[in-house]
T-cell receptor
Framework: AQSVTQLDSQVPVFEEAPVELRCNYS??????LFWYVQYPNQGLQLLLK??????LVKGINGFEAEFNKSQTSFHLRKPSVHISDTAEYFC????????????FGRGTSLIVHP | GAVVSQHPSRVICKSGTSVKIECRSL??????MFWYRQFPKKSLMLMAT?????????EQGVEKDKFLINHASLTLSTLTVTSAHPEDSSFYIC?????????????FGPGTRLTVT
């Protein structure tokens, strides 16, 4: 089984500042890793994913994440945030080569202040 | 990209009535779809796996008689909340997997906000 830990339930930040949302996972097998964004009263939108290859993954809206196998982490970063980035962010893992049902973290609420 | 729709986006119903939520894969076929429930400020909880042509698989603790799932075709799954109560009020999200590079990826619907009065 896999599990995902998002260490911060809420991250407040000022506009144009950099941000990092932390994600750690636990799994006995190789996994795929995902970050999703959810705007209020909407479904989930895929920001980026790591399947294989380069450990630095670039996604939409200027976000990127780095897979660190030794630290079992997949932190999400953005060098300069906008007000419109205010949303809930979910890290997820799914077992490589097997069940493709993602296991989600509890989410991190990113709050961007003007 | 792949699109998954849900209908309705928002529904208010009276306690004791039943509500049906539809999940459709618009431009691809899905033999399997997933239903999630999301409580306020909480993550998504997988409720069940909807299987086209066979019974749904429910997660532990989810009442199958309460949450009826029907996967009528390769593009449609429905979730019916029977005899709804206020504690069933929640945000329900469906997803459908599509095979891409490296494996399957989940595509999520926009969600349905259910309020039971």
């Amino acid at each position: 089984a896999q599990s995902v830990t998002q260490l911060d339930s809420q991250v407040p930040v000022f506009e144009e500042a950099p941000v990092e949302l932390r994600c750690n996972y636990s799994s006995s097998v190789s996994v795929y890793l995902f970050w999703y964004v959810q705007y209020p009263n909407q479904g989930l939108q895929l920001l980026l994913k790591y399947l294989s290859g380069s450990t630095l993954v670039k996604g939409i809206n200027g976000f990127e994440a780095e897979f660190n196998k030794s630290q079992t982490s997949f932190h999400l970063r953005k060098p300069s945030v906008h007000i419109s980035d205010t949303a809930e962010y979910f890290c997820a893992v799914s077992r490589r080569g097997g069940s493709y049902i993602p296991t989600f973290g509890r989410g991190t609420s990113l709050i961007v202040h003007p | 990209g792949a699109v998954v729709s849900q209908h309705p986006s928002r529904v208010i119903c009276k306690s004791g009535t039943s509500v049906k939520i539809e999940c459709r894969s618009l431009d691809f076929q899905a033999t399997t779809m997933f239903w999630y429930r999301q409580f306020p400020k909480k993550s998504l909880m997988l409720m069940a796996t909807s299987n086209e042509g066979s019974k749904a698989t429910y997660e532990q603790g989810v009442e199958k008689d309460k949450f009826l799932i029907n996967h009528a075709s390769l593009t449609l799954s429905t979730l019916t909340v029977t005899s709804a109560h206020p504690e069933d009020s929640s945000f329900y999200i469906c997803s459908a997997p599509l095979r891409g590079e490296g494996g399957y990826e989940q595509y999520f619907g926009p969600g349905t906000r259910l309020t039971v009065t």
